[in-house]
């Protein structure tokens, strides 16, 4: 059971440490720099901030890759074969031998696992990484030592495993198939330390060849440059900040460097999940209420009923059990405080029973604490912004942006009390099947789990997506409306009122069809959960 379980441990902890030490946390935020109610820190924002995901290129060539991709499959496909010869022994020579439970544990959790390092190389960039070295290098010492052991196991006497314990042979030595598993073994060894070797000549040393290299650019450059490039970042910095005026060259001219007073962002940002917590950290403030023990006290309660949510959900599956054995005992059982206690559990389960009535009851002022604190500090931030913002501004879009204060309330509400349950549900499931069961159904869980995560999170980026642009189209059409209703006079006076129908009809269409997407991608990924 051990080797799968470690191996995907260090999987998860090796790429976790690769995203926490790559991520740009510290370097490409902008930290607050002003301050709204209270003095908590609002959000520092760039005029130019048009967010273009950043095309991440793999520190290996495409054939390289393919190397490194075409080792993983043949390494994965080592556990096939360890399949085939156990399916093969126990059908064609010996009906009553088996390989066993610890087997077959090992050879599809360790298929899984595997499975897992191909995906990552051929769905993440850039790959393969530090991380991928450090799970290779890992699994190459744990399969040493597993083909050693099992080596000193098979050339001494030992038992032949059966269906029936009462059937088990003895072995005086290394059978034809027991050597086909070693082999087999061997040649996983092999390809684990091929990748290993590609990495660093492929990888390891080319990147230190152009760390050498940037290193010595100091005496290849001239001073004039480097100069002009500093003083060109300087400039260019100083003109970035929000809603600030700019110098002009003449007496009515601007500079023709001049930036805009507002940009729109039209892309996601290209981040990894650390920075998107490192960024999130700047609503924490506005999210715990820190001066009102009575709000505290609530928060808390509610974590606790999550927790007694849990325990429910874990008692239902556990009580249809009881009530199904009572009901099937021959002499005559009495199902009815076991259904008594059933029914209990079902009235206090789910977000729709009373525990999650009770929770949502008391989150209440606690999300009323948040939409405040956000609202005033988005109404204050925008009041705090330069002339020249506000003379380039669409009011519409504007008013719309501050009318969604309440998003980011039913984000984290969301995570905390339907993504991270569900996510400890999961996990519970998983150990409690294999303490009460057995372990092929933990592992069957287990593998189901994963892929359940994994869909829906590649689904959910593409749902981002497009639902960015819906959320800009909403936007676009609330600034048409609002602004030509402001407008009225104007639009009046020169006669406009088939362009702003025909503008404001164009903006709906726009954003009718970002809604058809967004919908069609979100029952698309209903019934691939499903």
Same mark, same amino acid.
């Given at each position: ?51 273009? !995901? ?51 544990? @090992?050879?599809?959790? =360790? ?13 993440? !960039? ?46 005086? $030595?290394?059978? &034809? ?7 087999? $073994?061997?040649?996983?060894? /092999? ?8 990495? /660093? ?27 002009? +490039?500093?003083?060109? &970042? ?38 990894? %999940? ?15 209420? &820190? ?36 009901? =099937? ?6 199902? %009815? ?31 009323? @604490? ?19 913002? +506000? ?39 998983? $150990? ?20 359940? /995560?994994?869909?829906?999170?590649? #689904?959910?980026?593409? +749902?981002?997506? /497009?639902?960015?642009? #819906? ?53 698309? #990924? ?5």
């Amino acid at each position: 059971y051990a080797y799968p379980v470690l191996l995907l441990v260090s999987f998860l902890a090796a790429f976790t440490t690769r995203s926490i030490l790559a991520s740009n946390s510290n370097a490409n935020i902008t930290k607050p720099t002003t301050t709204g109610p209270g003095g908590k820190p609002l959000p520092a924002t760039d005029p130019t901030r048009n967010f273009v !995901k950043k095309t991440v290129r793999d520190d290996v060539t495409r054939s390289q890759k393919l190397v490194f991709n075409w080792l993983s499959v043949f390494a994965a496909a080592t556990f096939v074969g360890n399949s085939v010869i156990a399916i093969v022994h126990a059908v064609s020579h010996n009906q009553e031998w088996w390989a066993g439970k610890h087997v077959v544990i @090992y050879t599809v959790g =360790a298929f899984f696992v595997y499975c897992l390092f191909l995906i990552s190389l051929l769905d993440s !960039k850039p790959s393969p990484t530090a991380a991928h070295l450090a799970t290779w290098s890992f699994a190459a010492v744990l399969e040493t030592a597993l083909v050693g052991l099992s080596i000193a196991l098979y050339t001494h006497t030992h038992k032949q495993p059966a269906l029936h314990s009462s059937k088990e042979s003895m072995s005086f $030595g290394m059978t &034809s198939w027991e050597a086909g598993e070693i082999a087999i $073994g061997i040649l996983r060894i /092999i390809l684990l330390l091929a990748l290993i070797v590609f990495y /660093i000549i492929f990888a390891v040393l080319p990147g230190r060849a152009r760390a050498g290299d940037s290193g010595n650019i100091g005496e290849t450059t001239s001073l004039l440059d480097s100069a002009d +490039h500093e003083i060109g &970042s300087a400039n260019t910095h100083a003109n970035s900040s929000y809603g600030s005026t700019h110098p002009v060259s003449g007496e009515h001219s601007c500079s023709d460097g001049a930036l805009p007073a507002r940009s729109r962002p039209t892309g996601a940002p290209s981040r990894n %999940w650390w920075e998107y917590l490192w960024g999130y950290r700047v609503f924490f403030p506005y999210l715990w209420p &820190s001066k009102n023990r009575r709000l505290q006290v609530l928060v808390v309660v509610c974590f606790l009923i999550v927790l007694a949510q849990r325990v429910v959900n874990l008692m239902v599956p556990n009580q249809v059990g009881k009530i199904v054995n009572e009901l =099937a005992d021959k002499k005559g059982g009495k199902p %009815w405080k076991a259904i008594i206690i059933f029914i209990f559990y079902r009235f206090v389960q789910g977000n729709n029973g009373l525990l999650g009535a009770i929770r949502s009851t008391l989150w209440i002022p606690v999300t009323q @604490y948040s939409y405040r604190e956000l609202s005033v500090a988005a109404f204050e931030h925008v009041h705090s912004l330069s002339l020249d913002f +506000h003379l380039g501004k669409k009011t519409g879009e504007v008013l719309s942006a501050l009318g969604k204060g309440n998003s980011i309330n039913t984000f984290l509400e969301h995570v905390t009390f339907q993504i991270v349950p569900m996510l400890v549900d999961l996990a519970v499931a998983i $150990g409690y099947f294999l303490i009460e069961f057995n372990a092929y159904y933990a592992l069957a869980i287990s593998i189901i789990t994963f892929w359940y /995560i994994y869909l829906t999170i590649r #689904m959910a980026q593409r +749902h981002a997506e /497009i639902r960015r642009e #819906m959320v800009n189209a909403d936007r676009e059409e609330d600034a048409v409306k609002n602004d030509s209703m402001v407008s009225y006079e104007t639009v009046k006076y020169f006669n406009a009122e088939a362009y702003e129908f025909n503008r404001y009809r164009d903006a709906v269409n726009k954003y009718q069809k970002a809604e058809y997407q967004v919908l069609f991608s979100l029952n698309l #990924m209903n019934v691939s959960q499903n």
